[in-house]
């Protein structure tokens, strides 16, 4: 059996009799060996695949042992977080490295729970990415085939902002909660355009809601909240 014995560092069993050892690896890794064990580096246009090996004599060469390595690549640098409860796939970010993205699949726990360039926890006020849970995504290459993410564990919730009446009537006031005197206080659509803003003069502030029904992001001290206007 084929095992990883260290960074990137594998190793099979002697085999009774075997003269050599034959090792393949995956397209973009580097290394090379003819004994039991063998030292692989991925380059940087290296691709997930499987390393196999074969023991060898006069007589003939043995059946393959085979072990699958990932490459492995970072959460927050490819993907990041919106409106407390959705990730999004940084594509600019990925094709800048690794050329073409053809797909992505994100997991919590190792089970899949969404198949598209992004995820959102859902449409709720009240749904949130949980704390303290394993998510990871994996994306698909032309160039480099299948990328797995590092894991992204959301440690705390995210916003101390409260918005009430939520959802609340078209031209009424939204009162917010956990302002700070001094620091502003935004309303964006899911465009990114900003359609109300003022500068907070206590722990609490109104706003005037005179915009078209929808969600809206209520942004203030680098928190943000979703807010429906019905």
């Not at 609340?168 to 109300?196: D, F, R, W």
Request: proline share 3%; hydrophobic share 35%; glycine share 8%.
């Amino acid at each position: 059996m084929l095992t990883q014995m260290m960074l990137h560092g594998m190793g099979i069993s002697a085999v009774p009799d075997a003269t050599n050892y034959t090792w393949n690896l995956p397209n973009g890794w580097s290394g090379s060996s003819t004994t039991t064990s063998i030292l692989a580096t991925p380059e940087s246009n290296a691709q997930s695949g499987n390393i196999t090996v074969t023991a060898n004599n006069g007589c003939g060469s043995s059946a393959e042992s085979t072990l699958f390595v990932s490459v492995l690549i970072d959460f927050d640098t490819y993907a990041h977080t919106k409106w407390n409860n959705t990730f999004v796939l940084n594509i600019n970010k990925l094709t800048e490295v690794y050329s073409d993205v053809t797909a992505c699949k994100w997991y919590k726990y190792g089970d899949i729970i969404g198949e598209d360039f992004y995820y959102s926890a859902g449409n709720s006020t009240t749904d949130f990415l949980e704390s303290g849970v394993n998510y990871r995504f994996e994306v698909v290459t032309n160039s480099h085939g299948t990328l797995f993410s590092t894991n992204k564990v959301i440690s705390k919730p995210f916003s101390t902002l409260k918005v009430y009446p939520n959802p609340v009537p078209q031209g009424n006031k939204l009162t917010i909660e956990g302002t700070i005197s001094g620091k502003p206080v935004e309303v964006y659509n899911l465009n990114g355009a900003c359609v109300k803003s003022t500068i907070a003069t206590d722990n609490i502030t109104e706003l005037l809601l005179d915009v078209q029904t929808g969600v809206y992001v209520v942004r203030s001290n680098n928190e943000e909240v979703k807010v429906i206007i019905k």
